[in-house]
């Protein structure tokens, strides 16, 4: 993990605008936004759902409440449906950064709440690389 360095994409440029002091200084009704693709295929074709998207969906919306960040101002944990970057399954993105993770347990969504949300800092190690696409 490491800290978000000086902006020089767009990315990091929203992670350093949203570090202000204020919950909520921009025009935004949540701080972030995240959207877990929690598509199924039914042609055996790959998705998220065959990578436990659901549970890891459960396990952060859970996580988010307990750790107080869900609400006006703070976060919002969102189902969504193919998000169409199905080679990096398991796919969730967080906004306003747009920032791209795939995690594979629990400890990897634990540390998106801890150093994304609650700190401004993206886990590389967890981001999807930018050619992953269907
Ligand atoms: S099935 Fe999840 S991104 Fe397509």
New binding site residues.
């Given amino acids: 993990m490491t800290t978000v360095p000086a902006p020089t994409s767009p990315s990091t440029a929203a992670l350093s605008a949203h570090d202000s002091n204020s919950s909520n200084s921009n025009s935004s009704y949540y701080r972030h936004h995240l959207f877990f ?1 929690l ?1 199924e ?1 039914s042609n055996g074709d ?4 065959q990578h436990g ?1 659901q549970a890891a969906f459960d396990y952060c919306k859970q996580a988010v409440a307990q750790a107080g960040l869900a609400g006006q101002g703070l976060a919002r944990v969102n189902k969504a449906g ?5 080679s ?4 969730l993105v967080v906004y306003p950064e747009a920032v791209w993770y795939t995690f594979v347990d629990h400890s990897d969504i634990d540390e998106i709440i801890e150093s994304h949300l609650k700190s401004g800092r993206i886990v590389e190690r967890l981001l999807i690389a930018p050619e992953m696409g ?1």
Avoid: G, I, K, T
Wanted: hydrophobic letters at 40%; glycine letters at 0%; charged letters at 15%.
């Fill in positions: 693709c598509n295929r790959a998705c998220c759902a998207a193919c998000l169409n970057r199905c990096a399954a398991p796919v269907r």
